[in-house]
């Protein structure tokens, strides 16, 4: 059987990669040193002291809390959405002719004119902040869902026709492992791209949050703290990919292992 | 179950080019029967089976049901349409539901897969494959089993046992069973009756009753067999070039390959007799 599979560069780290980590690190050090200016350059050591200060004194945990209830609602929300509109536009050739285009443009939207558009048309709030990131991302979620629902093997369906297999048990059996490939590739394109808007997202117009805390060190020219934010986020990212996302596709993939 | 009725079954595709692969089919298939189809390949016999088991609805003339509806049926396709990620015995689980676990192990070790049923389709030969959906067809108990070329791909050993297997789960359950072979001696062996699809013109052309006693030996198979060389006339004969023959008979290399394995056999058929 053929499917369309969508691989995607992982966005979680082997162990094997500790060493070329820590080069950077390295390669950071070099620079601050030869540019010898702590403000424009913070080192290693002063952002990770920058880290501590926020950690303990500031609002680290409570924006980067801020910030995931963002990432998470929305990505839900566009999870749910995308997907369905992917299996009924991979389902339906009629649903695809009609609104195959709309996607095309959806998917072309820059985030920002969503953003702006969403924070004008339904306030500077959190329902628009959500609304507009699930905008950005559910189309995404479309376009790779679809392929899966397309890539649906008939002959399988027609033989639990045949023998009049219940529709839930076709659903969870048949169905949904054929989808859950393209399932789990789009919630990893999803998951970065979702943050990354979210944090624009914040830094427009909400009150908190760590899109928000950037521009307020960017307003005092604070690179340090920039830096030991956007660190902060990113380990955080790449355990939930590590930790739950990749695990849950090995999952998925099991079958195919000879 | 008490049997059904084809009125003049018609069927074209529009793909690539218009063409009709079915003109006309009468037939009325009694309940309890063994009916074996047979035809040269492209005759549209999996045409045919596709329309009884309701997964063709564009077709023309009438296909009438009894109780005004079709009753449980099981089918074993020309692939053996296994779902990949499931294993063999959640294959069978799957249609039968998971209530018949034993009942699935039973029939597993039927077919000679017992110890297979923790394997994957994709880890078993196209000849086990073949097997599990056999046995996938006969676990559901259906009131109709429709066939489609089910012994090929296994050795004439093996094909031989399964052959029995399916005579006896017949005699036992009544169920009503439409066999489509290439292998018209498969078909002497086991059915009530033998229709044959024309080679070009999508009709029904013989029809052949078999009244003789079971379980049949070799002999009696082999003279009923020499009685029944008209069922072939006008098939693809061996003394036909190469290059005429594998374009009547279709594009796959699957196709072509039991096609030339038919073929063969009516080489031998032919021999034997003359
Ligand atoms: N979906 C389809 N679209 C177009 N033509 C088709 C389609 N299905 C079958 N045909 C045509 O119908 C004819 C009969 O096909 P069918 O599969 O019924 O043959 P068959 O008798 O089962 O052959 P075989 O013994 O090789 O399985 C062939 O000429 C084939 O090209
Ligand atoms: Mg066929």
Known sequence: ?258 | MKGFELQGITRDFAHPTPHAVLRGIDLTVTAGELLSLVGPSGSGKTTLLRIIAGLDRVFGGKLIWPDGRRPTTAMVFQEPRLVPWLSILDNLLLVAGEASRDEATVALAEVELAGSEHAFPGQLSGGMQRRASLARALLTRPALLLLDEPFISLDAACAGRMRRLLATYWQKHGVTIVLVTHDLREAVELSTRIVALSPQEGRLMKEVPLPLPRPRADAAIDEALAGLRALTDGWPQPSDSSDSASARCGPTTAQTSHFSRARSRFLALSRSIA
């Not at chain 1, 999803?190 to 949050?209: A, C, D, F, H, Y």
């Open chain 1, 1 to 258: 059987m053929t499917r369309a599979t969508v691989t995607l560069p992982a966005a979680g780290l082997r162990w094997s990669r500790w060493p070329s980590l820590l080069a950077l690190v390295a390669l950071w050090y070099l620079i601050a040193l030869l540019m010898d200016d702590p403000v424009l350059v913070p080192s290693p050591a002063a952002t990770l002291a920058a880290f501590y200060h926020h950690l303990v004194e500031g609002d680290l945990i409570t924006s980067l809390a801020a910030t995931l209830a963002r990432v998470a609602i929305a990505f839900t929300l566009a999870m749910a959405l995308g997907s369905i509109l992917g299996i009924l536009l991979g389902r339906s050739q009629m649903m695809d002719d009609m609104f195959g285009g709309w996607l095309v443009i959806a998917l072309n939207m820059p985030a920002l004119v969503t953003i702006v558009l969403c924070y004008v048309w339904f306030g500077l709030n959190e329902s628009a902040a959500i609304l507009a990131v699930t905008i950005n991302k559910a189309p995404l979620v479309a376009a790779i869902t679809r392929e899966g629902a397309r890539a649906i093997d008939r002959s399988l369906l027609e033989m639990t026709r045949v023998f009049a297999v219940p529709r839930l048990r076709v659903l969870r059996r048949v169905i949904l492992p054929q989808i859950a490939p393209s399932f789990m590739a789009s919630a990893r394109a999803g998951l970065s791209l979702t943050w990354k808007i979210v944090l624009v997202v914040e830094l427009l117009g909400r009150p908190n949050g760590v899109g928000f805390e950037i521009r307020t060190f960017f307003n005092y020219f604070d690179i340090a703290s920039i830096l030991a934010y956007s660190l902060a986020f990113i380990a955080i990212v790449m355990a939930i990919e590590g930790c739950i996302l990749q695990p849950l596709e090995r999952r998925v993939e099991r079958w195919r292992q000879p």
